[in-house]
C-alpha cells in the first residue's frame, strides 16, 4: 500500500509529518491520511512527496517488501530508536532495489553464502577463534595474506553488503542481520577504511560464530577476536610483530595498519591476545599513545581508504548491456534520476560532493562514488563515451 511506502521513506528521511508537509507544500493531516490509506494522493502531490523525500515516485508502488531479521548490532551500540528506524529503513530500501535486480538476473549473482562443514561446534575459548577464522580463510581460498576489498570479497561468497549514511551521531558502526535466510552486512558510510573493515568482518564473525559459542563467552568480544584475527590470521602477526615485545613503536603499527587495512589500536589487541605483548607492556602502549586517539575516534592520518561496494551496480551495467532492463529501469535500481543515470552511464557522472552525497545517501544510494571513481579512472584513460553500445547511445 501506498501508505506504508511513505510512512516508510519519510521515517528514512528523518523528517518529521510537520517538516516533510512543509516541504512538500501539503498539510501535516494529509499526509497522515495517505500515511494511514484513509486517502490516495493525487499523481501531482505524490510528485511533491517524492522530491521532498529524494526519492522517485516508483518507490511508492513497488511491490517487492522486505524485512530485516536476525538483526546484530556492532557492540552495545547505544543507538536511540529513531535512528535505528533511520537505518533500518535506508538498508530496507537498497535491499528492495537489490531483489528487484535479482528478479532480471538469469543466473545467482554468487554462490550461496558458505561455511566449512568442521567448524567448531561448541566454542569455549576466545584463542579456538583463531582458528576458525584460519578455517575460513582457507575455506574460502583467500590465503593469509592481506584482504585489499573486504566488501568486494564478502559480495562474492554470497553476503549482500550496504553502505549507509546513517551514523547515528557516532553510535553506529553496522549490524548483520538475515533477509529469508539470506546474510546480510551493513556499515556506515563516514568511518575510516580500518574502522570499517573491523566492523565488517566483526559482523562476518557473528554470522560464523552464532550458535557456536559457550555461554561462558561474550558474543561482542568473541566477534572482536573473529574480526582481528580474520583480518590479520595469528601466524601473520608473529610474522610481523616476532614472538616477543617489550614495545610497540607507533610507526611500526601505522605501517601494518596500512599493509593489512587494521587500525593501530586492533594490532596493539592482536599483539597482546596472541602473548606477543605481556599486560603491562599492552596498558603502557595504550597509556602513552593509543588511548587518546581511541577518544577523539580517529588514528592519525594518513587514513586507510574507505571500502565501496561495487557490484550492485555492475549488476545494473551488466542487465542493461544486455537488454534485461530498459534505461529507465536501471536508473530505478540505482535510485537516480533518468539524466542522471543518462550521464553516468555516458561515463559523465557529476563528481560527487559533499551535499550531493548527503542527497544521494538520503535516497539510500551509496553506488554513486564507486561509479564516479570508475568514470574518472576510465575517463583519464580511454577519453570520451567509448564504451557505450552505439545503438542506445
Ligand atoms: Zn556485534
Redesign the pocket.
Known amino acids: 500500500m501506498i501508505g506504508e511506502r511513505i510512512q516508510q521513506a519519510r521515517k528514512a528521511s528523518g523528517l518529521s509529518l510537520r517538516a516533510l508537509a512543509e516541504k512538500a507544500g501539503i498539510s501535516a493531516m494529509a499526509i497522515s491520511k495517505y500515511e494511514n490509506n484513509q486517502s490516495i494522493p493525487s499523481s501531482g502531490v505524490i510528485l511533491n512527496i517524492a522530491k521532498a523525500l529524494g526519492v522517485r515516485t516508483e518507490y511508492f508502488f513497488r511491490h517487492v517488501s522486505v524485512e530485516l531479521e536476525n538483526v546484530?548490532?556492532?557492540?552495545h551500540e547505544k543507538l536511540p530508536q529513531k535512528e535505528e528506524l533511520k537505518v533500518r529503513a535506508d538498508v530496507t530500501e537498497q535491499l528492495e532495489r537489490w531483489m528487484m535486480l535479482e528478479k532480471f538476473q538469469p543466473a545467482p549473482w554468487s554462490k550461496p553464502f558458505e561455511l566449512p562443514a568442521d567448524l567448531h561446534e561448541q566454542i569455549s575459548d576466545y584463542d579456538e577463534i583463531e582458528d576458525i577464522a584460519t578455517r575460513v580463510r582457507k575455506y574460502w581460498n583467500l590465503g593469509l595474506n592481506p584482504v585489499p576489498d573486504l566488501i568486494d570479497m564478502l559480495e562474492t561468497k554470497g553476503i549482500k553488503v550496504f553502505i549507509t549514511k546513517y551514523d547515528g551521531h557516532k553510535n553506529f558502526n553496522g549490524?548483520?542481520a538475515t533477509v529469508n535466510d539470506a546474510p546480510v552486512i551493513v556499515v556506515g558510510k563516514h568511518w575510516t577504511g580500518d574502522r570499517q573493515r573491523f566492523t565488517l568482518a566483526?559482523?562476518l564473525?557473528?554470522l560464523v560464530l552464532r550458535g557456536r559459542l559457550s555461554s561462558l563467552l561474550d558474543?561482542?568480544n568473541a566477534?572482536?577476536r573473529f574480526a582481528g584475527a580474520f583480518i590479520a590470521p595469528k601466524d601473520m602477526v608473529k610474522a610481523a610483530l616476532g614472538e616477543r615485545r617489550t614495545w610497540l613503536e607507533p610507526q611500526e603499527l601505522m605501517l601494518l595498519k596500512h599493509e593489512w587495512g587494521l587500525s593501530m589500536q586492533a594490532w596493539s589487541y592482536r599483539a597482546h591476545n596472541l602473548g606477543i605483548t605481556s599486560k603491562e607492556a599492552h596498558k603502557e602502549i595504550w597509556r602513552s599513545y593509543l588511548q587518546k586517539w581511541k577518544k577523539e575516534q580517529r588514528e592519525p592520518d594518513p587514513q586507510v581508504p574507505q571500502e565501496k561496494t561495487r557490484l550492485f551496480a555492475q549488476l545494473v551495467y551488466r542487465a542493461l548491456a544486455e537488454d534485461m532492463i530498459s534505461e529507465s529501469k536501471a536508473a530505478e535500481l540505482m535510485g537516480m534520476p533518468l539524466f542522471e543515470f543518462h550521464a553516468c552511464r555516458m561515463l559523465k557522472c557529476p563528481v560527487e560532493t559533499e551535499q550531493e552525497s548527503k542527497s544521494a545517501a538520503a535516497k539510500g544510494f551509496n553506488t554513486k562514488s564507486a561509479v564516479s571513481q570508475h568514470k574518472v579512472k576510465r575517463n583519464a584513460r580511454t577519453g570520451k563515451s567509448e564504451l557505450t553500445k552505439k545503438k542506445r547511445a
Open positions: 546484530n548490532h556492532r557492540e549490524l548483520s566483526h559482523e564473525g557473528h558474543e561482542e566477534c572482536h
